[in-house]
């Protein structure tokens, strides 16, 4: 039978309700919460309950279906999520001491764009620097990426946002223009000073509006009171290439999607006087340990990014 303090053994096992109070602190629900850690919503709850009793006080208030820090809450998070997941963290952070980066995985969120444009040359470069790093692409986008993010279900995202959610830091790096596109022959694809008021009679092609391209184009035509239409909403760049070179449409899109290949059935105008550039970058959540392979990942985006751990703390953005 043990003896001693029984206050010291319940130290000794404090992980677990310290991991329970992090991830409701991060996720605001105790459902998600428990859906994270695989526990069920009564052993979160009571965790929670056993380490306010020992804290004496309150951690959190419940606002709605949402649980939200008290100003107690929200200092124990600040001490206790870096010690979480840090501990959380120390097998990989072990084991890639031992092995450098010759093992491990690394996921990287990305939506289809990304995925086809941007990102070939970086992953071809990560694979020959660390042949034996598994790299998993998850080709999500929207709700769905940023699900995975702050359900840790990957490392690390790389895309465009437009507006970037408090618990989550963006660190923009590359930029592309806005282009219309449309076939040769076009009324438009020869127009001197080509105005957005130009586009109004014709048909647009436009991405899912759930997707940040749609919200965008339409932002900007109602901000400056311009009527377009919607000829049609469909996924994928090349497919939106594909139906304005048949003549379906014309589309706004970002000129990372225009190829070489482009230019013998497309004409593309910039339109970076209506429309602002887009910036693709790194999207993490805050405070997330960074194991080595997504430490190297980072800084082949961008050299020297991870040493500015100020975007990853505070979510700091150059936009």
Known sequence: MATGNPRFYYKGDRLKPLRAFCQVARLGSVSRA??????????????????????????????????????????????????VEGLDGLD?????????????????????STILYLLPKLVQAFRA?????????????????????????????????????????????????????CPPGHPLADKPDLKLEDLSPYGLILP????????????????????????????????????????LGISIVTSICLTEADEQRLVARNLGDYFP??????????GKYLSPQARAFIDLVKPGLFERRDYFDAGHSER
């Open 34 to 83: 428990a859906e994270a850690l695989f526990l069920s919503q009564p052993a979160v709850t009571l965790q929670l309950q056993a380490l306010e009793r020992e804290l004496g006080t309150a951690l959190f208030e419940r606002i709605g279906r949402r649980f939200s820090l008290t100003r107690e809450g929200q200092v124990l998070y600040e001490i206790a999520r870096p010690l």
């Open 92 to 112: 990989g952070e072990f084991r890639s001491k031992i092995k450098g980066l010759q093992a491990g995985e690394l996921h990287v969120a990305a939506g289809s």
């Open 129 to 181: 620097q660390h042949p034996e790093v598994q790299l998993v692409l998850h080709n999500v986008t929207g709700q769905d990426g940023l699900g995975l993010l702050r359900s840790d279900g990957v490392d690390l995202a790389v895309g465009s946002m437009l507006d970037v959610p408090t618990d989550l830091a963006y660190a923009p790096v590359y930029s592309f223009d806005p282009m219309l596109i």
């Open 208 to 247: 899912p509006r759930r997707l940040t391209t749609y919200r965008l184009v339409d932002l900007v035509f109602q901000q400056r009171r311009v009527p377009y239409t919607v000829a049609l909403e469909v996924g994928g760049w090349e497919v939106i290439k594909q139906y304005v070179a048949m003549g």
């Open 277 to 286: 550039p887009r910036s693709y970058g790194v999207v993490m959540r805050k």
